[in-house]
DNA sequence: AATAGTGGTAACCAAAAAGTAACTAATGGC
DNA sequence: GCCATTAGTTACTTTTTGGTTACCACTATT
């Protein structure tokens, strides 16, 4: 029986992917940004438990990955505009497919749709109506 | 303007496949499996940055989710074989998009190639090329 | 009688990630 | 003059994750 070795799986771009959106926030930021850009506040109210400083931590990382865009307004109070760049474009079929074969694998648990909602009257920010877990 | 917000973030599908398998470890395993099944101590050896507990406990995970059969065979020493499921077979074309993306994202790092490597004469771990970075 | 081999576990410690609360700059509205 | 607003930052604490070492059971080999 042959016996068989991975040379230096730590280099790998499967490790590479996982490394730039394997966690508990990213591929949440790429979907949201996925219908356009959002600002800042916005991001913070549709993710509610996330906390402002990972938040501002996990787009940095992405900005550095190439995967999102921060424009910068000079206006008071501030607008900051975030993005999805052409790489994270293409990462969206993918995301699609993790997506569905969750569902396929799991068929009990029933997942929300992770839907968009339109035409709320009042500011997202101030009436999301999601409570923590 | 539309404002939008998303319900309930954390219970989608997609946030469920990245507790699933989006960390540091779990798609190395699972690619390492993809080939057949593979005993403790073989796992252990393919990833030399990993410690003993932690793989135990991964692979608990995965098992766990089902995505791994553990197979304890009653032996001396013991012998317990670790493959994938049906579910995780499922996920394989989605690793290797996953894996695709980011050569195509980032053409420059030249990622190695996660190559399996046959007919080592002296079992693996204890004949493993890899270096701590 | 000692040692090697396998697949773990337990206790303990270090490092990384995440959460909390308070604070900032600059302006418009009351 | 005071408050609200936005996109953060800073300092601090807590939680989670990962790593280290030692140990076990059981047998075959030396």
Same mark, same amino acid.
């Given at each position: 029986?042959? *016996?068989?070795? =991975?040379? %230096?799986?730590?280099?790998? &771009?499967?490790?590479?992917?996982?490394? =730039?959106?394997?966690?508990?926030?990213?591929?949440?930021?790429?979907?949201? +940004? /996925? %219908?356009? &850009?959002? *600002? !800042?506040?916005? +991001?913070?109210?549709?993710?509610?438990?996330? /906390?402002?400083?990972?938040?501002? %931590?996990?787009?940095? $990382?992405? @900005?550095?990955?190439?995967? +999102?865009?921060?424009?910068? !307004?000079?206006?008071?109070?501030? *607008?900051?505009?975030? /993005?999805?760049? $052409?790489?994270?474009?293409?990462?969206?079929?993918? +995301?699609?497919?993790? /997506?569905?074969?969750?569902? @396929?694998?799991?068929?009990?648990?029933? !997942?929300?749709?992770?839907?968009?909602?339109?035409?709320?009257?009042?500011?997202?920010?101030?009436?999301?109506?999601?409570?923590?877990?």
């Amino acid at each position: 029986m042959a *016996r068989k070795y =991975i040379d %230096n799986p730590n280099a790998c &771009s499967l490790v590479h992917t996982m490394n =730039i959106i394997g966690n508990k926030w990213k591929p949440i930021i790429l979907y949201l +940004l /996925s %219908n356009g &850009s959002m *600002r !800042f506040g916005m +991001l913070n109210a549709l993710i509610p438990t996330i /906390s402002k400083k990972v938040l501002t %931590n996990q787009l940095k $990382e992405l @900005e550095n990955d190439g995967l +999102l865009l921060r424009q910068s !307004f000079a206006e008071i109070p501030p *607008r900051v505009e975030y /993005s999805l760049t $052409e790489k994270a474009v293409g990462l969206l079929p993918v +995301l699609r497919m993790l /997506s569905d074969w969750a569902n @396929e694998a799991y068929p009990k648990m029933e !997942f929300e749709q992770c839907r968009i909602i339109e035409n709320v009257k009042k500011p997202a920010y101030n009436n999301v109506s999601y409570e923590k877990p």
